[in-house]
């Protein structure tokens, strides 16, 4: 797809998210939102993998590792066709629904059950050295939150991931600098997330995370690069696209009341109007 309109497809898929929020009585609206391009661009332009071919051994891999952003994740794979986005809405976190509040392997298109943060790296490791071990050229993706990093699991999969040259791994950093209980900095300061990285011997693309083009760039020319595992730092706006939620931890995991919600679908109809007309 192009930017343009990947750029109008994710505003609309923003106010389906707030939809499937509203339905079930809540979700991690902040971190959806600063995750969603990541997730559109990865599915649309990148990811080999349709639902036709979820068992298919030579699929792509992805594994969204910060689980608990899965209402995004319900959107774009409803726009995919891997689930019935009315379904979805319908049942989200309802007793007994699949649709619950992290990935749920049950469901067709998630390759695994996440949630308990910083495990998504070290299995994409597992998958990557399968392939090599197997002759596949499949690719794997994984995306982490930035204060998941506070997992040291994160960093001994990262060490093995640049040991044994995985070049056909690519992990993202959702790195919108807040996470439930503050910003990233005071809880557990990270600094340049990109020296870390490179230090554990990883290539390293550092781009504007809201950005679809940027995205789609990093995407691309990671999957050119040789020798070396990928990390793409996503410099992302937490509840990007309403002023409302922008930068703000309190909308980490926050339901929207009936005023709130009018003024977040109306921010993004006016964002997808600059974005796609300005």
């Not at 919108?176 to 020296?195: C, H, P, W």
């Not at 919600?261 to 300005?278: L, N, P, T, V, W």
Request: hydrophobic share 40%.
């Amino acid at each position: 797809m192009t930017t343009q309109e990947l750029e109008s497809l994710s505003w609309k898929l923003r106010a389906d998210v707030t939809d499937i929020i509203m339905a079930g009585g809540g979700g991690h609206i902040g971190g959806d939102m600063s995750v969603l391009n990541a997730l559109l661009v990865l599915y649309k332009n990148h990811l080999r993998i349709t639902p036709q071919t979820i068992n298919d051994p030579d699929r792509d891999r992805f594994v969204l590792s910060k689980g608990h952003a899965m209402e995004s994740y319900y959107a774009v794979l409803a726009d995919c066709g891997f689930l019935d986005l009315a379904d979805v809405k319908a049942r989200f976190s309802k007793f007994g629904s699949p649709y619950i509040g992290h990935p749920n392997n049950k469901l067709p298109g998630i390759e695994m059950n996440s949630g308990s943060l910083g495990h998504g790296l070290p299995v994409c490791v597992g998958m990557a050295l399968a392939a090599r071990m197997d002759g596949r050229d499949y690719r794997v993706y994984t995306i982490m939150g930035d204060g998941e990093l506070a997992e040291g699991s994160v960093w001994e999969g990262a060490m093995a991931a640049a040991n044994y040259g995985l070049d056909n791994l690519c992990a993202v950093v959702d790195r919108n600098r807040l996470q439930i209980s503050g910003n990233t900095e005071d809880v557990m300061k990270q600094d340049s997330q990109e020296q870390r990285w490179a230090a554990f011997g990883w290539n390293v693309i550092s781009v504007d995370g809201n950005s679809i083009e940027a995205l789609d760039a990093a995407f691309t020319a990671a999957k050119h690069h040789q020798g070396q595992p990928t990390v793409i730092i996503a410099n992302t706006t937490k509840g990007y696209g309403s002023a409302l939620m922008e930068n703000k931890a309190g909308w980490h995991h926050h339901l929207p009341n009936a005023q709130e919600y009018q003024q977040i679908i109306r921010d993004f109809a006016q964002r997808k109007e600059a974005a796609c007309h300005g």
